[in-house]
């Protein structure tokens, strides 16, 4: 039986990206990811402090197949900084797509990050840019406000919820993964390569259950 966790004044929910576009009908559905929407609603009653990130490019982001004749979503290319999957249109600045799911409820949220906006640069992570370089400000925001553990659930497992865990590791913040909470988008084989680099990076993965 796992231990039940306790939840404190250093600790953080970062909820990461629980946007129309990324749920059932939307333009880089995850799959059942609209199934993380309850599970997060009741884990955050749990935590004072919570951070939610929202996907949020412009038009002809470089990142959409769209923007590069003759390719296709899922399609990799190599850019500046290293290689790049291009993904269907999606999360356009101030469409319904790009807005949080309906059902998600956290009023007391402290701080909604928008991610990606910059045109030529796509953005996985809630702390870093692509390029693994460019920072969001996130560390500094939870470094200054005292917060030292990060929790970490949303859409995608595999890829945001993925590089913003890492990289919060890489801060040097505790890092959980709520991973009842997280669905993944599995491309070849991506979220076994999740799970996988979890462990050595020391991100502990939990069911939402063990939260106390």
């Given amino acids: 039986m796992t231990d039940t966790i306790t939840i404190g004044e250093s600790d953080v929910l970062l909820v990461v990206d629980i946007q129309n576009d990324f749920c059932p ?4 559905a995850v799959p059942r990811g609209d199934e993380v ?3 997060i609603n009741r884990v955050a009653t ?3 402090h919570v951070v939610l990130t929202q996907d949020w490019h412009p038009p002809g982001h470089r990142s959409f197949a769209s923007s590069h004749r003759g390719k296709r979503p899922f399609e990799t290319i190599t850019v500046d900084y290293g290689a790049q999957i291009l993904w269907p249109d999606h999360c356009v600045q101030g469409t319904p797509g790009a807005q949080f799911h309906d059902g998600l409820q956290i009023p007391h949220a402290e701080l909604v990050l928008r991610k990606g906006f910059r045109p030529a640069i796509d953005s996985y992570s809630a702390f870093y840019e692509n390029d693994r370089k460019t920072p969001t400000g996130l560390a500094g925001y939870l470094r200054e406000r005292g917060l030292t553990r990060v929790f970490a659930a949303g859409l995608a497992l595999d890829f945001c919820v993925r590089y913003s865990a890492e990289d919060a590791r890489r801060e040097g913040f505790a890092v959980v993964v709520i991973e009842d909470a997280c669905r993944g988008i599995d491309v070849d084989g991506s979220v076994a390569a999740t799970r996988e680099s979890f462990a050595p990076l020391g991100v502990t993965a939990v069911a939402a259950d063990a939260i106390g």
């Fill in 46 to 48: 749990r935590f004072r």
């Fill in 37 to 39: 929407v309850p599970i």
């Fill in 25 to 28: 009908g939307g333009k880089l």
